[in-house]
Structures are given as structure tokens and as C-alpha cells.
């Protein structure tokens, strides 16, 4: 009796596991999402204020250098054929409280370089 419980056993293993990709799991986003079109909206010198408005709140800002904001985002997927996992960043550097720099994962606008006040 014990050897056909170690074979159903044995063979209910088998099948699960060849099941497995059967199991919905979901993916897992987490941080700031951004859009591209969002991101060109960013020009040098820019407040904070407008920063917060076109990109909204970063997820940290760092404790020690409150100039200094960093947008993440983590995408954690549940299964493979929906993609590979995958990070974007973005860093906006201030002086002054406006934006001296930006850099990360994103391609900036040809006009960042231009003031909105020009």
C-alpha cells in the first residue's frame, strides 16, 4: 500500500510542476511611474514646485542632501512570457531650488538646455 502512495505521491508532483505556468501571478509595480512625454517636459532651472507638478512627488529624496530627488521604478513580474524584470530611474540634481541637472534611464528633451523663462 505504501508504494502506490509514494507513486501517486511522486507522480502528483510530476504534473503540478509541469502545471506550474498555469498559476496566474501578477505583476508587481512599484515607485514613480513615469512617461516619456512627461520627462521632456523637464527644463533646467525649473522650481521644485514645477518639478512636483510635471513629474509629481519623488519616492525619496535624500535625507542628508534635501537637493537631490530620485524617481524609481521597480517592475516585478509574475510570469516570464510577460517580460523580464526591469528598474527605471531618474535623478534631478538642485542648486538653489531649481534644476541644475538630470540623469537616469531617460532621454531628455533636445531643449532641456533652455530655461523656460526664455
Not at 34 to 60: A, C, F, N, S, W
Not at 63 to 87: A, C, N, P
Request: hydrophobic share 40%; proline share 3%.
Amino acid at each position: 500500500m505504501k508504494l502506490y502512495q509514494l507513486i501517486f505521491l511522486l507522480g502528483f508532483a510530476a504534473t503540478s510542476v509541469g502545471c506550474a505556468d498555469w498559476i496566474y501571478r501578477i505583476d508587481v509595480p512599484q515607485g514613480n511611474f513615469l512617461d516619456e512625454r512627461d520627462v521632456k517636459k523637464l527644463r533646467i532651472g525649473m522650481t521644485k514646485e514645477q518639478v512636483v507638478y510635471v513629474l509629481g512627488r519623488p519616492v525619496v529624496q535624500d535625507s542628508f542632501d534635501h537637493d537631490t530627488w530620485y524617481y524609481v521604478y521597480d517592475m516585478k513580474r509574475g510570469m516570464e512570457k510577460r517580460g523580464k524584470d526591469f528598474q527605471k530611474r531618474l535623478i534631478i540634481d538642485f542648486e538653489g531650488d531649481k534644476v541644475a541637472s538630470v540623469e537616469g534611464d531617460f532621454e531628455l528633451s533636445e531643449d532641456f538646455n533652455t530655461p523656460l523663462d526664455e
